[in-house]
């Protein structure tokens, strides 16, 4: 028998959900349980181009279907994932679980269409007329829902037709201590030649890296010595002033030699990549994009934009880059804030009462 079955995404995705999974998993263990991660591999990671899996609706049901066994039998059983519908073998186990979720279908489809032709964006509305009411009988047979944020506490309590204070959350952790600042008179010095950080896969809509793009020439119209760094799987065509890093095995040291984080996204249940920007002492400019406001704004670590305008994103960048006092303040107060509400052992503490709560109901 399982001890702990938590039903979710494929990891190899990797971002934000790859967090929030490997989060849950680690934390169950450090707590003495035997997690196991149920999942259904997605068929884009094994060159399975034309398969059934590829419709979404059809992956998840079946998804449910392999994995209710398992999830009947757990002697304790949670969905931990991006979307609730990774989570489809839970209710019908007939039995108490508890969910973990970075976001709504609604929010996230809604951000993703934006990238979608017409023929995906039909896919996606059939697809909804399905998922959206699993969605719904998940999160309302849930005896816990918890969220990665404010911002998709607020999506999710909405998707469940619950209170938002039905809904609990459980901050993502993040390792200060892998991810410690440069010294100041280094970082100081890199202001001469300012690097901008992105990180994220270019091909993702959500991430709305053309606005960036849009937005470098107005900054070095200003701040000529600025350069955009990109972290992650890269576009096809970049722009001047562009440098490109393309997946690495591990950010931190990436993250620490910027002089600023910049996250476009028209949307993000947390955004761990913020967190993890100022935890490197990286002060960090965000759209209005959702998870990550409430974090930049409660931190004092930034500044987030009113709208997704590329003149107003220059603005604010080359404002900050111009500077120093603020810049200063942002990175201490950013670190401060995110090694103390995102601290590793806070989370084992709030798992461990989630865990409790859900075995005892």
């Known amino acids: 028998m399982i001890d702990l079955a938590v039903l979710g995404s494929d990891p190899r995705f990797g971002g934000g959900g790859a967090a929030l999974i490997e989060a849950f998993l680690e934390g169950a263990r450090e707590l003495g349980r035997s997690p196991e991660l149920l999942y259904s591999p997605h068929p884009s990671?094994?060159?399975?181009?034309?398969?059934?899996?590829?419709?979404?609706?059809?992956?998840?049901?079946?998804?449910?279907?392999?994995?209710?066994a398992a999830a009947k039998e757990a002697a304790s059983l949670w969905v931990a994932a991006p979307l609730a519908t990774h989570g489809l073998a839970a209710p019908p186990s007939d039995r108490a679980y508890g969910c973990w979720l970075a976001t709504s279908l609604e929010d996230e489809w809604a951000a993703r269409?934006?990238?979608?032709?017409?023929?995906?964006?039909?896919?996606?509305?059939?697809?909804?007329?399905?998922?959206?009411?699993?969605?719904?009988?998940?999160?309302?047979?849930?005896?816990?829902?918890?969220?990665?944020?404010?911002?998709?506490?607020?999506?999710i309590a909405a998707a469940a037709e619950r209170e938002e204070a039905e809904v609990g959350i459980l901050p993502i952790p993040v390792d200060v201590g892998a991810?410690?600042?440069?010294?100041?008179?280094?970082?100081?010095?890199?202001?001469?030649?300012?690097?901008?950080?992105f990180v994220g896969r270019a091909d993702d809509p959500r991430k709305n890296l053309s606005l960036l793009f849009e937005s470098l020439p107005l900054i070095r119209a200003r701040v000529p010595g600025a350069r955009l760094r990109l972290i992650g799987a890269p576009p096809e065509r970049v722009p001047d002033g562009v440098d490109v890093l393309g997946l690495v095995d591990s950010i931190a040291q990436p993250l620490r030699?910027?002089?600023?984080?910049?996250?476009?996204?028209?949307?993000?249940g947390f955004g761990i990549v913020a967190a993890e920007a100022l935890a490197c002492g990286v002060p960090v400019v965000a759209t209005p994009s959702g998870g990550p406001e409430q974090l930049v704004r409660d931190s004092g670590g930034g500044r987030v934009l009113t709208g997704f305008s590329a003149e107003e994103l220059a603005e604010s960048v080359s404002d900050l880059l111009e500077d120093v006092a603020t810049l200063g303040r942002m990175r201490a107060a950013g670190r401060e804030y995110v090694a103390r509400e995102h601290a590793p052992a806070r989370f084992r503490a709030l798992l461990a009462d989630a865990l409790r709560a859900v075995d005892q109901a």
Do not use: C, K, M
């Open 45 to 68: 990671f094994d060159g399975r181009r034309w398969t059934v899996d590829r419709v979404e609706a059809i992956r998840q049901l079946r998804s449910g279907l392999r994995h209710a």
């Open 179 to 197: 991810l410690a600042p440069e010294p100041d008179n280094t970082w100081l010095a890199r202001l001469e030649a300012p690097t901008l950080a």
């Open 113 to 155: 269409a934006r990238g979608l032709d017409r023929g995906r964006r039909f896919a996606q509305r059939v697809n909804a007329l399905v998922l959206r009411r699993l969605e719904r009988r998940l999160l309302r047979e849930a005896v816990r829902v918890y969220a990665i944020s404010p911002a998709s506490r607020a999506s």
């Open 257 to 268: 030699e910027s002089t600023l984080f910049v996250l476009p996204s028209w949307q993000e």
